[in-house]
């Protein structure tokens, strides 16, 4: 870390407080190949062909490599993977929090269509060079290269999803976003993932997410006590310490986390947390799993698995 | 199937300010890369002139198209359950990162809503956002009506999507509404052929070439080669999958569809689309195409809403919105009048 700091121009002292000792970083690959691995091995552990995937669901956050809207990573792994008969969706927007966006859109899709049984959520994020912390009043978080990808199917007999609950705050639809390099501005220096220090303390001193994910646990019946494990983003210590304070849970209800060892990983988090968590068979049947994202003060979501 | 969900009001809004696609073509480096279909791509795409931004955002364009929709449904933007972007082509600041969708619901008030962004399907995007906002209406109570919305602004000098069309500026906004019983959307499919999803992109900013004065990493950027091999070939054949598909949904046949809404590319695309389908000229509505040219995603709603208030859709219509997008997806949706 300390050596990536001192890349990036940043003051080592203040990076390592985040909590974080070393990310994954690309050399020579691209966001794509990344996600087509990921999607392999999900594909493979869930015993599905690509052939069966009905939709596959893109939930990267940073830019891939052609500009999006106008070019989605999924139509390139739709062919790489040879998922002949998939479509296409991608969604924008709400950092970590764009993977419960996701979820909730293809869980939808899945209950809703019965001609769709099989959903492969996917990302490939690959931060800007020069651009793995990211900065506010001082660094916020330290962005790892990544990949995920999930397995949905109707009907599944285990990870169940229970519900999601999103709600965004419009005002602050800028306060993660990189402010050049679209059609609003093409200074080069403009091209980086920036955070409004300010704003951003102020979103997390606010209610919003408490509410969403209370709204999401009444409507389940359930209590925050009652939840198995809880899974947060990868943000940095500080960042959990306070959505642990936020959401009322105990320090051993957050227990797989990913923090030190990859950093922030955008919606990926929630993948490599809750794989960490069955690799450790820390779950048993009837389980409540909690997936909660500040969405970087945008999007506040919650989305509840029952194991 | 029948999603329950109808078309609540629909609109859009063009800038006032018009540019000749003659001038268009003067200013801009228009590529010289044979065509598969014999035609010449100038003299015959059928589009006197198109509407320009100017200084208006893309943002802006749609939250206009969006005032009106609201105003025509008289709807309070505090009702509003989902907000979906559904713009195809760049927007104020990089995506996946960012949307227009938060900036609509902080201008719009639209205080409840969760806003997001569909990323996907090129022209195809509207559809693919109708069924994503179809299904997360149909899975829950709490989704009662949406807003969808496009907008749509193309660098200074980048008009020309050679060997396709000249597109226009401009932002279109639909509202849905769980039991809404005029306008009922009944069945959407969307069909992507991942092989060709490079046909048409746009560079970037992290691919900009040195010496690149003009922006031209912000420019649609076309495989003409590759559009000939790969979507010629197929195009017609996917438009008939998807309209088959999205018919067969609900019991339906061709030949009950009253009215088509087809995109304002050129006149020989929606030529070559009426004759493999059949479809006779008042059964179509190609308008659109002199008045505006090509509006992406936006076709789909604009030409949509002037069939509608120009008397082409009546009461009792079977209505089929079918369109591609970026080489690489096909879209149809089946309303019923």
């Given at each position: 870390m300390e050596d990536l700091a001192q890349r990036e121009g940043v003051n080592p002292a203040t990076v390592l407080?985040?909590?974080?000792?070393e990310v994954p970083a690309c050399d020579t690959e691209t966001a794509s190949s990344l996600a087509l691995a990921a999607a392999r091995e999900a594909l493979q552990r869930a015993s599905v062909?690509?052939?069966?995937?009905?939709v596959i669901v893109d939930y990267s956050i940073l830019p891939q490599e052609y500009l999006v809207p106008a070019w989605n990573m999924s139509n390139k792994l739709q062919h790489e993977l040879g998922a002949t008969k998939a479509f296409t969706v991608g969604f924008s927007g709400g950092a970590s929090g764009n993977f419960l966006m996701a979820l909730s859109a293809a869980t939808a899709m899945l209950q809703t269509?019965?001609?769709?049984k099989t959903a492969l959520l996917v990302a490939g994020d690959i931060a800007i060079p020069g651009n793995h912390i990211v900065q506010g009043n001082g660094p916020v978080t330290v962005l790892g290269d990544s990949a995920g990808a999930v397995v949905l199917r109707r009907?599944?007999?285990?990870?169940?999803?229970v519900d999601v609950e999103i709600a965004t705050?419009?005002?602050?639809?800028?306060?993660?976003?990189?402010?050049?390099?679209?059609?609003e501005r093409h200074e080069p220096a403009m091209y980086r993932l920036t955070i409004d220090g300010p704003r951003y303390e102020a979103a997390l001193a606010g209610d919003h997410l408490k509410k969403a994910a209370a709204r999401l646990l009444e409507r389940s019946g359930l209590?925050?006590?009652?939840?198995s494990c809880a899974i947060l983003p990868n943000v940095s210590r500080a960042h959990h310490a306070r959505m642990l304070e936020m959401l009322g849970?105990?320090?051993?209800?957050?227990?797989?986390?990913?923090l030190r060892d990859q950093g922030y990983l955008q919606g990926t988090d929630f993948v490599v947390n809750y794989l960490a968590l069955t690799e450790r068979n820390a779950l048993k049947p009837g389980d409540h799993v909690f997936m909660v994202s500040d969405?970087?003060?945008?999007m506040s979501a919650a989305a509840l698995l029952r194991y | 199937m029948d999603t329950g969900i109808g078309i609540l009001s629909a609109s859009y809004y063009l800038p006032p300010t018009r540019k000749a696609v003659a001038d268009i073509f003067r200013d801009e480096e228009i590529p010289q890369e044979k065509l598969a279909?014999?035609?010449?791509f100038q003299r015959d795409i059928g589009i006197e002139a198109v509407h320009v931004a100017?200084?208006?955002?893309a943002a802006s364009l749609a939250l206009e198209a969006s005032r009106r929709a609201l105003q025509q449904a008289a709807l309070?933007?505090?009702?509003?359950?989902l907000i979906f972007d559904f713009t195809s082509i760049p927007e104020e600041y990089p995506a996946p990162t960012w949307s227009a969708a938060g900036l609509l619901q902080k201008e719009l008030g639209a205080t409840r809503a969760l806003a997001t962004a569909v990323?996907?399907?090129?022209?195809?995007s509207y559809h693919t956002t109708l069924k994503v906002a179809c299904a997360m209406m149909a899975a829950?109570?709490?989704?009662q009506t949406a807003l969808l919305f496009a907008g749509d602004k193309v660098p200074?000098?980048?008009?020309?999507?050679?060997p396709i069309t000249v597109i226009c500026d401009g932002g279109s906004a639909v509202i849905l509404q769980k039991g809404?019983?005029?306008?009922?959307?009944l069945s959407v499919e969307v069909a992507t052929a991942?092989?060709?999803?490079?046909v048409w992109y746009i560079p970037g900013f992290h691919n900009r070439e040195r010496?690149?004065?003009?922006?031209?990493?912000l420019h649609m950027t076309a495989d003409v080669p590759k559009f000939n091999k790969e979507v010629i070939p197929i195009n017609l054949f996917m438009f008939r999958k998807v309209m088959r598909d999205a018919l067969a949904r609900i019991g339906?046949?061709?030949?009950?569809?009253s009215y088509y809404v087809y995109p304002t590319f050129s006149t020989w695309d929606q030529k070559a689309f009426c004759n493999a389908f059949m479809?006779?000229?008042?059964?179509?509505?190609?308008?659109?195409l002199q008045r505006h040219g090509h509006l992406q995603e936006t076709d789909m709603v604009l030409d949509y809403v002037d069939a509608l208030e120009e008397g082409h859709i009546k009461e009792g219509d079977l209505v089929m919105l079918t369109t591609n997008g970026a080489g690489f997806s096909w879209g149809a949706a089946l309303i019923q009048h």
């Open positions: 407080t985040l909590g974080i000792e062909e690509a052939a069966q995937v009905d269509d019965g001609k769709l009907d599944a007999e285990r990870a169940a999803v705050r419009g005002e602050n639809h800028d306060v993660c976003y990189i402010p050049g390099g679209a059609l209590t925050i006590e009652s939840i849970l105990a320090r051993e209800q957050v227990c797989a986390c990913k969405g970087m003060g945008y | 279909a014999d035609v010449d100017g200084k208006e955002s309070d933007p505090k009702e509003i359950d990323n996907t399907g090129g022209c195809a829950t109570d709490r989704y200074e000098f980048n008009h020309t999507y050679y809404h019983e005029k306008r009922r959307i991942g092989k060709i999803h490079d010496g690149d004065t003009k922006g031209k990493w339906r046949k061709q030949h009950e569809v479809i006779p000229p008042e059964k179509i509505f190609t308008e659109g």
